[in-house]
């Protein structure tokens, strides 16, 4: 069974940093753009940052400068550094992955079970 375990969430002062990190387990044959999206309360889902298995970023407007998404696929994981954290970037935060696991057919999508980042004084 094929799980995105998320880890690193918590409470920030603003400006401060966090770094999120998310594993892929389970039988994957192969793994291409993996990246974060958050849900703050009363708002829709959003991409916050996602990568290519050829270490392509792209970043939502609201986090570039601040956030940097990295991977190491060797170890099926994610990271998302986050710096000068605004209370605006509270939210859960989602893992999302396109992988193909040995029981499936093809690719499909993944969600991880979200981690809390609360910014606030």
């Known amino acids: ?7 690193g969430g ?8 966090l770094r999120l990190s998310c594993a892929a387990s389970g039988s994957i044959l192969s793994i291409t753009t993996m990246g974060w999206y958050r849900q703050a309360p ?9 990568i290519t298995n050829r270490g392509n970023p792209n970043y939502a407007d ?3 400068g601040r956030f ?3 991977r190491d696929n ?8 986050m ?3 605004k209370s605006e970037d509270t939210a859960v935060y989602y893992c999302n992955a396109d992988l193909w696991a040995s029981a499936a057919g093809g690719y ?3 969600w991880g079970q979200g981690t809390q980042v609360t910014v606030s004084s």
Do not use: F
């Open 83 to 85: 710096n000068s954290l």
């Open 10 to 17: 918590g409470l920030v002062q603003p400006g401060g940093s």
């Open 74 to 81: 060797a170890k099926m994981t994610v990271y998302l550094q």
């Open 108 to 110: 499909r999508n993944y």
């Open 1 to 7: 069974q094929v799980q995105l375990v998320e880890s």
């Open 42 to 50: 009363g708002k829709q889902r959003e991409l916050v940052a996602s």
């Open 68 to 70: 940097t998404v990295s």
């Open 62 to 64: 609201s986090v570039k």
